[in-house]
């Protein structure tokens, strides 16, 4: 059974640090490409960063760029986004997905990914 979980999350202050972690199951990563998604209180989905495994390419969005990193652990099928200097704006429902045919580079769209886990809540205070 495929299977994506996030963990990880909570409640931080403006320039504080959280991780995250999503762990698949049921599939193997080494030929996927791994986006971290969120969507805030009014806002739309949105893609924040995203990793392919074939070559480790990696994507960011422009407002987390130099503040959030991906890492990865291929044996353990798991993928790391460590968000630092947070914003109140970062605050939203951040989930991750499996795209299972990522192109050259790994998409930040929603429509690449077949696979999606059920999220964990990340609060920033002002």
């Known amino acids: 059974q495929v299977q994506l979980v996030e963990s990880g999350g909570g409640l931080t202050q403006s320039g504080g640090s959280l991780p995250l972690a999503c762990r698949a199951s049921g599939f193997s990563l080494g030929y996927v490409a791994i986006g971290w998604f969120r969507q805030g209180p009014g806002k739309e989905l949105e893609g924040v960063s995203c990793?392919?495994?074939?070559?480790?390419?990696?994507n960011f969005k422009d407002s987390v760029e130099g503040r959030f990193t991906l890492s990865r652990d291929s044996a353990k099928n798991v993928v790391y986004l460590q968000m630092n200097s947070l914003k109140s704006e970062d605050s939203a429902v951040y989930s991750c997905?499996?795209?299972?045919?990522?192109?050259?580079?790994?998409?930040?769209?929603?429509?690449?990914?077949?696979?999606w886990g059920q999220g964990t809540q990340v609060t920033v205070s002002p």
């Open positions: 997905a499996a795209d299972l045919d990522p192109g050259t580079t790994c998409s930040l769209g929603r429509r690449a990914y077949e696979y």
């Open positions: 990793i392919k495994y074939a070559d480790a390419t990696t």
